[in-house]
């Protein structure tokens, strides 16, 4: 069973540029989130989508936003890039109450 | 305040050594709880489930104190091979919250 796949592995954008990052969850997940970690920091929630809706989002500015598609794979953009967005960016899928989450191995994204 | 509060370390341990992690959480609701593992600039991995009976996968060892809002982990029998940050989650209104980590570095 392939697990969750994200692309692409690396990313470098230009201040102020646009960055779409990529999510596939493990076959049968409806659930899908998103996380940042810039160096040295802890995870941190971006967004949760669940049967195409977003069901909560963590504490980011408007400028990032994503959708879910009806296969439930998902996307995460991120409009005007800052230097501070450079960080390792985690989606994960997993279903029901008292089961984690199973994490793809992330895009790492670069400002500069 | 951080709704998981884990101690950093490092803790540095000699092979074979046991050696306990602790964390607190701020949340009386958070409704299920785990450690992942991470190992440097790879993504988390789950270790375990954390349940209040305890519980045990080979040489690690789970408690849950809901009264104390207290989980910890318990590695016996240290190998080089678990040299890695152990993060404490929770989870709460569907999602899952990370602590900062804890590292641990096993040494010969």
């Known amino acids: 069973e392939a697990g969750v796949t994200q692309s692409p592995t690396h990313l470098i954008k230009t201040r102020g540029q646009q960055a779409t990052l990529r999510c596939s969850p493990i076959s049968g997940h409806t659930s899908v989130y998103w996380y940042q970690q810039a160096l040295g920091l802890g995870l941190q929630f971006l967004l949760w989508?669940?049967?195409?809706?977003?069901?909560n989002r963590g504490n980011f500015p408007p400028r990032f936003s994503g959708r879910q598609f009806p296969n439930y794979s998902s996307e995460l953009n991120v409009n005007a890039l800052e230097l501070e967005d450079s960080a390792l960016y985690l989606c994960a899928s997993g279903q029901g109450l008292n089961y984690g989450y199973t994490f793809g191995s992330g895009t790492r994204l670069t400002v500069v | 305040r951080k709704e998981v509060e884990q101690d950093p370390g490092p803790f540095n341990v000699p092979e074979g050594a046991t050696v306990a992690f602790n964390c607190t959480y701020s949340?009386?609701?958070?409704?299920?709880f785990f450690w992942y593992r991470q190992d440097c600039r790879k993504e988390p991995k789950l270790l375990m489930s954390v349940y209040s009976s305890g519980n045990e996968d080979g040489r690690f060892t789970a408690q849950l104190n809901r009264a104390s809002q207290y989980i910890s982990l318990l590695i016996r029998d240290s190998k080089l091979s678990d040299s890695a940050t152990y993060l404490c989650v929770v989870k709460n209104t569907g999602k899952l919250i990370f602590g900062q980590g804890t590292t641990l570095q096993v040494k010969p």
């Open positions: 989508y669940d049967e195409g809706e977003e069901r």
């Open positions: 949340n009386s609701a958070s409704q299920s």
